[in-house]
């Protein structure tokens, strides 16, 4: 709308001084009024540079335009406010700026006048993307990083399942770095690294894949390739270090490296078991004395262990597209008044023939298999599904190191409890301290998106990772289960009753409730309600079962009999349930 020139002054003064741009579009007669430092903050020319749309449109970014016109569609059908990031040209390059606006309406509805300003946002979009770069990408090679590079073995591996093909990969480590830096300095003991890197891209072929592990180790991902194609690539990248020095800007510098290797899927089915080989068959290469390359192969009792883990997964991935993956419950007690306060879902297969199998005798294998991930979806869904049919239970579900750090697991968590704090406030997610500390900033932010959601989320095996105090800064948790070894000798060891009453008091400090496991009996029971343990959790109080059963806590009058989970009574009626459990995990 028109401004006099009172305002306009002022307006511009406005403008001048917070760096920001704002335009009238007249868009009847196609016509645009700038106001504020448009020279200055985006290169443009004032006036008839941008003085109609088609100009305007025509100094945005070509990837970007399409985004700002449906924005901008949608603002006119729906008259909600309008905004949007988009490049802008500015002299030879282009500028990220964010645009907001409303438009006028006429008496017909249609618009007639939109009226925005237009901010400079380069500097915070440089940050965003260069953290999105680092994110998969090394800072001093440009290429892969660990975290990125493991994505793309696990891909590999997926593929290499469904193709019947194999892969190879292989890990490169520059021999005696340390002395490089010692005699060249720093400066050049990177630039030696660098040129390895660069020496390694000249090396591979056209699909394979080039990521820094640390330090001075390089992971080659072959596309495709068996013994003999991994083996003919590490005696190139030994025999081009042997004839050619790494250039650096020192000069030239002569170094070897040692390598190990790996052909997957015969030798491993994970990406962190083709890492952990590779280094392996890495640490052998220099124990042979550097300069040489070893090839991981699998024993005669290893192969024999693998085949049956194949076995194992296939069962499972039987059961998972079957739905014979079910949950057992296990009752959680309050130490004071004996009630259940919640139950710990743990994981069972039903066997085709209905028998019943515990954790214990495929997790570990899933895990290693690198299956788990779906498994933790499997049981977050089976979980979310028993609290919307019963508003009263309150469950806790475990999840692995791994899951902590799948954006894809809380992806599913966000889709199933976002809007609903009438489940995430009865569910409780369990996370272990050992597999915490691998990633400890991942997963602070794991935790902080949780509890976002209303969830809780719980420390399990605490005591177990020896810096405790450190974690508990760490991650804002709400509760910590105390690990088992610490619980089995409390009724009869002083200084495993010690050890209990500091990591409850510890606990206590940061305002956590603290769960004990694995009680095997009334002594161990009333020593840890003695000394301040919140809830208590074992099989002498009651068993994992599919349905919930009745409790008793020692020295508490008779629990009530639970009425089986709603879920779990469907289940038996079809004939599919049971009330059996397998040991407990």
């Not at 394979?208 to 005696?235: C, M, N, P, S, Y």
């Not at 650096?248 to 290797?261: E, L, N, R």
């Not at 994992?544 to 089986?564: D, N, Q, Y």
């Amino acid at each position: 709308m028109p401004v006099d020139g009172e305002k306009t002054n002022r307006l511009h003064a406005a403008l001048q001084a917070s760096g920001d741009v704002a335009y009238d579009w007249d868009l009847r007669a196609d016509t645009i009024g700038w106001f504020g430092p448009v020279a200055d903050a985006f290169g443009l020319e004032e006036g008839a540079v941008l003085a109609t749309g088609d100009a305007f449109a025509g100094a945005i970014h070509g990837d970007d335009l399409p985004l700002r016109l449906k924005c901008l569609a949608r603002h006119f059908v729906t008259r909600e406010r309008f905004e949007c990031e988009y490049r802008i040209r500015s002299g030879t390059g282009f500028r990220w700026v964010h645009e907001r606006g409303a438009a006028e309406f006429g008496a017909s509805g249609r618009p007639v006048r939109l009226a925005g300003t237009l901010r400079a946002m380069t500097s915070r979009r440089l940050a965003e993307e260069r953290l999105e770069y680092l994110a998969s990408y090394d800072e001093l090679t440009g290429h892969f990083n660990r975290s990125r590079l493991r994505q793309a073995i696990e891909q590999a591996l997926a593929q290499a399942g469904r193709r019947r093909r194999r892969g190879g990969f292989l890990l490169v480590d520059i021999d005696h770095h340390a002395r490089i830096n010692d005699a060249f300095g720093f400066e050049n003991g990177d630039a030696a690294i660098v040129s390895l890197g660069e020496r390694l891209d000249r090396l591979v072929g056209p699909g394979d894949v080039i990521g820094r592990i640390e330090g001075d180790a390089f992971g080659v991902l072959l596309d495709k390739g068996g013994e003999t194609r991994v083996q003919h690539l590490a005696e190139r990248i030994i025999r081009s270090l042997g004839e050619q020095p790494l250039a650096t800007a020192g000069g030239p510098v002569s170094a070897t490296v040692s390598i190990g290797g790996i052909v997957f899927p015969e030798a491993a089915q994970s990406a962190q078991d083709v890492v952990a080989r590779a280094e392996t068959a890495l640490a052998q290469a220099k124990r042979d004395g550097r300069n040489h390359f070893v090839l991981y192969r699998l024993s005669d009792e290893q192969r024999r262990d693998l085949r049956q883990d194949m076995i194992v997964a296939r069962l499972v991935q039987r059961a998972l597209a079957e739905e014979r993956l079910v949950l057992a419950y296990q009752p959680v007690i309050e130490a004071k008044g004996g009630r259940i306060a919640f139950y710990e879902c743990l994981l069972r297969l039903r066997k085709q023939t209905g028998e019943i199998v515990g954790a214990a005798e495929f997790v570990p294998v899933v895990e290693q298999l690198g299956l788990i991930r779906q498994i933790d979806r499997k049981v977050l869904s089976l979980a979310v599904a028993e609290l919307v049919a019963d508003p009263e239970v309150v469950l806790a579900i475990n999840i692995s190191g791994l899951t902590a750090n799948d954006p894809a697991w809380l992806r599913a968590l966000v889709a199933l409890l976002k809007g609903k704090p009438h489940l995430a406030r009865r569910l409780i997610v369990e996370i272990t301290e050992t597999a915490a500390i691998r990633e400890i900033g991942e997963t602070a932010r794991f935790v902080a998106s949780v509890r976002e959601l209303g969830a809780r989320v719980a420390l399990d095996d605490f005591g177990a990772g020896y810096s405790s105090f450190r974690h508990l800064k760490a991650l804002p948790v709400d509760m910590v289960k105390i690990d088992g070894s610490f619980v089995d000798e409390v009724a009869a060891d002083e200084r495993s009753r010690l050890f209990v009453r500091t990591l409850v008091g510890l606990a206590a400090g940061f305002g956590l409730t603290t769960v004990a496991e694995g009680i095997d009996s009334a002594e161990t029971a009333a020593a840890l309600a003695a000394e301040g343990v919140t809830y208590l959790q074992g099989f002498h109080l009651a068993e994992p079962r599919l349905f919930r059963a009745p409790v008793r806590s020692e020295g508490a009058s008779p629990m009530p009999i639970p009425k089986p989970l709603p879920a779990q009574r469907t289940a038996r009626r079809k004939g599919r349930g049971a009330d059996g459990a397998g040991p407990a995990d």
